[in-house]
């Protein structure tokens, strides 16, 4: 239900909140694409997102695949559940076999091993994406005033005054959440696929 209000919000040419619309405008989307507010916060959340998705996935994966390390990186829980879950359908007789048929360790991992987790992995990793682009407390304590991400100016924005290009912003981050909902529900039936083959 907050998906059926929030989403024709976005296209209202008013400027509040309300219900009925006034008409139908984009200009709470040019707001958000051309705002030195809104723009510099989403261009933010993206960077943080991908520095804690490169270090989160190596992270978690080692853990999962029982190096012990220490669990800094927020994310890496994410990434460790999603990992070792794939990790429950892997047979270790795939890995033995590569090794007695003389493959390097380092080989037998990166084609065989990497190939068949691949899935959780690239699931981990977009979970560990998503933790990181919603994270607002951990911002909110850490964010110097040019540090600012979207989840941060989306609380402001709400806290301090009610901009319809708030709608805006939510709209576009329910688009990109059923993209990235759809890209692992494909990475799962891959992995089904693979694993059901093999059985």
Known sequence: MPIVAVVPLSFNSGAFLTYPLEGFSLRWYDDFFTSPRWLPALRNSIVVGIATTAIATPLGTLAALGLVLAHTVLAAPFVVVVVHATLQGFDPALWRAALSLGAPPVA??????????????ISGAIFAFTTSFDEIVTTIFLAGPEQRTLPLQMFDGVREQISPTITAAATLLIAVSVVLLSAIEVLRRRSARIYGRRR
């Not at 037998?108 to 992995?121: D, E, S, Y």
């Open 108 to 121: 037998a991992f990166r084609k065989i091993v990497l190939p068949l987790i691949a899935p959780g992995v």
